[in-house]
Each structure stands twice: as structure tokens, then as C-alpha cells.
């Protein structure tokens, strides 16, 4: 069999493990050819290639980032790219395609799938917004570096009596700052999930001064937003490259607080940092696992399937399934972190 495998979308922690994984089980236990394609999607539709064996993926599985590299398709050239998507992998003699990738990328999966191609998709996002699998890769990850950030600022925080707003990722799901702000034991968490209010945050921050408390570090997901008419701030907007971008709502927060507070307050923006460098343990066995599986559902000829977590079982769901939704953090949990949302 000839496999091709390609990373899209964002990167995420646990890719390179994937990418392993795959290229272990196709040639060692089947004797398959695996060729990867570079930059996402891009390199089907390029002709940029190349071939996976053992020496290609040896001491990638601790490594971040991607080795075949990644991009996000723009959703406008989705259709025309599956046509030509469709006559590159019938040129390339593909006999599975296994497209590793986030919301955009299991969308793509499924066009080309319905578009005949054999398609076995691989769920990947730091944000564990993926409704059909109980924990993508990558997020530990993301959860770990968020938290120790937490701990970090909590110390620099009450040397200065200062309030620390920490913006982590999660533009539609708050799932990085629930854990992390619940890991971290941060006062207050605003989630994307459910509009906040900046007095009850005022009020948060006064009550642990009144008890003594000199310090406080506020943790919210980018996406998240005030409730209408309390604090002035504008969503994002789409920008030239058809990515959603948000307004910096960890800077705005720092600033409404230090206004309304009268007391120094500091925004701290984590970004990319929570994508880069080594996967966590947890992420490097997902990984590996959903690349074991991915090869297992190809040689079945599961096609338009793929790969998911269910409690500690990894099966395989409709690529149809997949994205019809994304997994929002529940009310219970919100009510679970005790936060200020
Ligand atoms: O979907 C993963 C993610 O890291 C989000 O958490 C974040 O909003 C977005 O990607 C950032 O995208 P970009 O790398 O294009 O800035």
C-alpha cells in the first residue's frame, strides 16, 4: 500500500509523533511506502513530496512542530482544491491519504473523501474543541505550559501587589483556560463560552485585598469577551489571510482593571509559546496511538473515517461526524473552576 500523510493547519505538539507512528506501523508491520506531503494540503496540490522511512522519522517523537512543515487552505479554495487534490493522488498512485489537522483540515478530509478519494483523517488541536473525540494531542501540552506560566506569574504578582491578566489560546472553546486556570488556581477565568462581567473581577480583586491577599492572576482565553455594555472592546476581525484574528482581550482586560482598580495591573499574552517545543507524555502516546490506528482503518479499507479518543478506547468515527460541531466547555464544568466568568 502507498500512504500518503500530511500535516495541516496550525501546528500542534504530538505532530511529529503521528508522523512516526504512521511511517512504524506501514512499514515495519505492513510493508507499505509512505510518502509526506509538504506544507499541508499545499503539497498535494504542489507535487511536493516526499518519502518517510525509518531514518526520516528516527528522534522526531520528543520533537515539536512538524517536519513535513504546515499551512492553513483558504476555506474559498477548498472545492477547487479537492479536484485537484483528487487527480494528484490518483497520479501519485495514493492508496490512503491520511491528512493530520484541525477543524479545517477534517473538513478538507471529508470533501476530498466524498469526492472518492481514501481518506483517513487524524484530529489534532491544541484547543480540544473537536466534538467527536474526547482529547486531542497537543492540548495537555498547551494546558502545562499555560500552568506553569500561571505559577510563574502568581510569584512575580505578589512581590509587585499586582493583578496579572494571562491570555492563553481558545478562540470558540475555552478548554486551555479551564484547565489551566483551574490547574494554576487562577481567581478568575473568562472563557469564550460565557460573556464576563470586569466589576465582578473588580470585586474578586478587592475582596482578596481586603483579606489580605496583595495579588491577583486572572486567566482568560482570547476569545472570550464582556457581557454587552459593560467594558468598551470590539471583537476581531478576519484578516488578509482569512484567519480569524482577536483584539487582544488580555490587554484590554489589564487595562480596564488597572482603570477601575486603581492598582498596577500587567497583561501577559502566552500565544505560540503554548504550540512549541516537546509534547507531554499523555500527547506523544495520543499521538502515537491515533497514527497505529489510522494505518490499522486503511488496511481495513475504513475509509471517510477517523481516528478518536472515547474514554480509554481509540475508534474510529465518521469524517461525516466529525465537525458538526465544536466541543464547547459544559456549564457544570464552568460551575467546577468556582471562577469569576
Ligand atoms: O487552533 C489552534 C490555535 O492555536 C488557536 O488556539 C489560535 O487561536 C490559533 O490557532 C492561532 O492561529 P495562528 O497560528 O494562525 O495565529
Redesign the pocket.
Known amino acids: 500500500m502507498r500512504i500518503g500523510v500530511l500535516t495541516a493547519?496550525?501546528d500542534?505538539p504530538g505532530l511529529n509523533a503521528v508522523i512516526r507512528s504512521v511511517v512504524h506501523r506501514a512499514l515495519v508491520e505492513h510493508g507499505d511506502e509512505v510518502i509526506g506531503f509538504e506544507d499541508g494540503f499545499k503539497g498535494l496540490l504542489e507535487g511536493r513530496f516526499r518519502k518517510l522511512d525509518l531514518d526520516a522519522v528516527s528522534g522526531i517523537l520528543a520533537r515539536g512542530g512538524t517536519i513535513l512543515g504546515s499551512a492553513?487552505l483558504e476555506r474559498a479554495r477548498l472545492r477547487e482544491a479537492c479536484e485537484t487534490a483528487k487527480d494528484f493522488s490518483r497520479e501519485y498512485g495514493i492508496d490512503a491519504l491520511i491528512p493530520i489537522g484541525?477543524e479545517g483540515t477534517l473538513t478538507a478530509a471529508r470533501m476530498l473523501s466524498e469526492a472518492g478519494l481514501p481518506v483517513v483523517g487524524v484530529p489534532k488541536?491544541?484547543?480540544n474543541d473537536i466534538s467527536s473525540t474526547d482529547r486531542t494531542f497537543g492540548f495537555d501540552t498547551a494546558v502545562g505550559v499555560a500552568t506553569e506560566a500561571i505559577d510563574r506569574l502568581k510569584t512575580t504578582a505578589e512581590s509587585h501587589q499586582r493583578v496579572m491578566v494571562v491570555e492563553v489560546?481558545?478562540?470558540h472553546a475555552g478548554w486551555i483556560a479551564l484547565e489551566s486556570g483551574m490547574a494554576g488556581g487562577a481567581h478568575g477565568i473568562c472563557l469564550p463560552e460565557r460573556a464576563f462581567d470586569p466589576a465582578d473581577l473588580v470585586s474578586m480583586v478587592e475582596e482578596r485585598f481586603a483579606r489580605g491577599k496583595k495579588f491577583a492572576v486572572i486567566c482568560v482565553a482570547?476569545g472570550a469577551h464582556p457581557a454587552e455594555g459593560t467594558m468598551d472592546y470590539a471583537k476581531g476581525a478576519i484578516d488578509q489571510f482569512g484567519?480569524e484574528r482577536f483584539a487582544g482581550i488580555g490587554t484590554k482586560l489589564a487595562g480596564e482593571l488597572e482603570r477601575r482598580l486603581g492598582k498596577e495591573a500587567r497583561p501577559v499574552i502566552l500565544g505560540?509559546v503554548?504550540?512549541g517545543g516537546t509534547p507531554t507524555a499523555y500527547d506523544r502516546v495520543l499521538a502515537t496511538r491515533f497514527g497505529w490506528h489510522a494505518v490499522e482503518a486503511a488496511h481495513r479499507g475504513e475509509f471517510g473515517m477517523m481516528t478518536a479518543l472515547r474514554g480509554t478506547q481509540i475508534t474510529m468515527v465518521p469524517l461525516a461526524d466529525a465537525i458538526t460541531e465544536l466541543k464547547r466547555v459544559p456549564e457544570d464544568r464552568m460551575d467546577e473552576a468556582e471562577s469569576v466568568f
Open positions: 493547519g496550525g500542534c492553513r484541525g488541536t491544541i484547543d489560546m481558545g478562540r482570547e484567519h505560540h503554548q504550540r
